[in-house]
């Protein structure tokens, strides 16, 4: 930080204002030789201070460290990318929102068939609703599961990586294929809990 930059920027500062160190002063509540060490280099304000000569002279704070303005082209700039930074942050929360919407109406679907189908007996009396009985039932945990995963970005890692190709397809595509590969995991989850827990 060199205080003698920063000292002659204060001092440029107050004569673009058109006053004395007097009456900055008093603005301020300092004494005027308080503000002529300022100007020196030979001191340097209170950062509670600072807060009030950056509002006085309508300036950052950083910028009083730094001892010169920013060109306006130059905060222009940092609002781009702000903005940028923020949109894209919007983005992938809404994605994430937009997957767990999925996942969301996914389970709660299996968990209301699950239940016609345990209430009603059906599953006892046809093995091919038996067999989605026990699909639904695990597909519950793995839409639990995958809302974890999205919620953690463990997904987006994996993405990141290239390790999907699956962005390259149309989104109906996406969408049966994320069914598919669902309920073979709600499978091989069951088989696993029957044959190795006998749940």
């Known amino acids: 930080m060199d205080q003698v930059k920063i000292g002659t920027f204060l001092k440029k500062l107050r004569k673009e204002k058109g006053i004395t160190q007097e009456q900055l002063a008093e603005t301020l509540s300092v004494s005027g030789r308080t503000v002529s060490r300022w100007e020196t280099g030979n001191n ?23 001892g010169e303005r920013k060109s306006e082209m130059m905060n222009e700039e940092e609002r781009k990318i702000a903005k940028t930074m923020s ?54 945990s793995v839409s639990v599961i995958m809302m974890a995963v999205f919620t953690t970005g463990s997904l987006s890692k994996l993405r990141s990586r290239k390790v ?23 499978a091989v989850i069951k088989l696993v809990l029957v044959h190795f827990f006998g749940l």
């Open 87 to 140: 949109d894209y942050a919007t983005t992938e929360k809404e994605k994430i929102f937009k997957e767990m919407k999925l996942q969301s109406i996914m389970g709660v679907c299996a968990l209301v068939l699950y239940w016609i189908l345990h209430e009603t007996g059906a599953y006892m009396y046809n093995d091919v609703l038996g067999k989605l009985t026990g699909y639904c039932e695990t597909l519950v």
């Open 44 to 66: 340097m304000p209170d950062i509670s201070i600072l807060v009030d000569i950056a509002d006085y002279y309508d300036i950052s704070i950083p910028e009083i460290i730094s």
């Open 164 to 186: 999907f190709l699956f962005e390259n397809f149309p989104k109906s595509i996406r969408l049966v294929v994320t069914a598919v590969v669902a309920f073979g995991g709600a």
